[in-house]
C-alpha cells in the first residue's frame, strides 16, 4: 500500500497496521520508515485541519505543528496501541491551541487598540464632550453593529458583558464587532492629526484664517 493511499482517507484496519508499524520502526532508530510515515500522515493531517481552518496559511502552520507535535512525542506512542487515534489527538490539540491562541491576539489587539481611543481629544463619559468631527463622521460611516459596539464600550462606557446585553449579542460577538470597528476607525482616521492634535481643532493660518474671519463678520453685518 502507497505512502500516498494511506494519507487521503482514515486509515483502514491494513493501512493503521503499516502506520502501526513504520512508527513502531522509527522508535527503533529506522529513518527510512519515519520519512515514509511522515510523508502518508501529512494529507490526513491536512484534511483534518482544513476542516476546521478556512485560512490556508494557518491551515498550514497547523499543519507543521502537528507534525513537530508527532516529532517531539514520537516516544510517547505506545506500540501496541492503533497510530490514527494517538495521530488524531495530537492534530486536534494543535487545533485548539491556533483557536485559543487566535482568541488571545484578538482580545489583547481590542484592548490595545481600545487604549488609543481613548485620549484626551476623545469623548470621556463624564464630561460628555461632542466629539471632534473627523471621529464623528468616521463613526457614522461605520456598520451599524460595529457603530453600536464602540459607541455602547467606548462611548457609554459599558462593559463588555452589558454592551453585548445592550445589543442582544453574545460578549464574543460584540468583541468581534467592536475590533473591526475599531480597526475601520483606524484606517479612516489615519492623517486625521498633526502633532498629536485633530485637524479640525487646529487654528487656521493665513488665507484660510483670513477667509473665516471675513465670512464671520458678513455673518454678523447681515443679521
Known amino acids: 500500500m502507497s505512502a500516498e493511499g494511506i494519507g487521503k482517507n482514515r486509515p483502514t484496519e491494513a493501512a493503521e497496521q503499516q502506520l502501526s508499524g513504520w ?23 491536512r484534511s483534518i ?8 496559511a494557518a491551515a ?21 496501541r492503533p497510530f490514527g487515534p ?14 485559543r491562541d487566535r482568541k488571545r491576539k484578538a ?22 464632550v461632542p466629539l471632534v468631527p473627523e ?7 461605520l456598520p451599524d453593529g460595529q457603530r453600536e459596539a464602540v459607541t455602547l464600550i467606548q462611548i457609554e462606557g459599558l462593559s463588555v458583558a452589558e454592551a453585548a446585553l445592550r445589543a ?13 470597528g475599531y480597526r475601520a476607525l483606524r484606517k479612516m482616521l489615519a492623517g ?15 488665507d484660510a484664517a483670513l477667509s473665516g474671519l471675513t465670512s464671520k463678520r458678513r455673518t454678523k453685518g447681515v443679521g
Open 107 to 128: 482580545e489583547r489587539e481590542v484592548e490595545l487598540i481600545a487604549e488609543e481611543w481613548a485620549d484626551e481629544s476623545d469623548v470621556s463619559v463624564e464630561s460628555r
Open 60 to 80: 498550514e502552520d497547523v499543519l507543521q505543528n502537528s507534525l513537530l507535535s508527532i516529532h517531539r512525542g514520537r516516544r510517547t506512542y505506545r506500540a501496541e
Open 168 to 180: 442582544g449579542v453574545s460578549a464574543g460577538a460584540l468583541k468581534v464587532r467592536a475590533h473591526r
Open 86 to 99: 494517538w495521530m488524531r489527538a495530537i492534530v486536534r490539540n494543535s487545533i485548539i491551541d491556533h483557536f
Open 135 to 141: 471621529l464623528a463622521d468616521a463613526l457614522a460611516a
Open 23 to 45: 512508527m513502531r520502526a522509527a522508535q527503533a532508530g529506522d529513518a527510512e520508515a519515519y520519512r515514509a510515515l511522515l510523508r502518508a500522515i501529512q494529507p490526513r493531517i
Open 192 to 206: 486625521a492629526r498633526e502633532g498629536g492634535e485633530w485637524k479640525s481643532s487646529m487654528p487656521l493660518s493665513g
Open 49 to 56: 485541519v482544513r476542516a476546521k481552518i478556512r485560512d490556508e
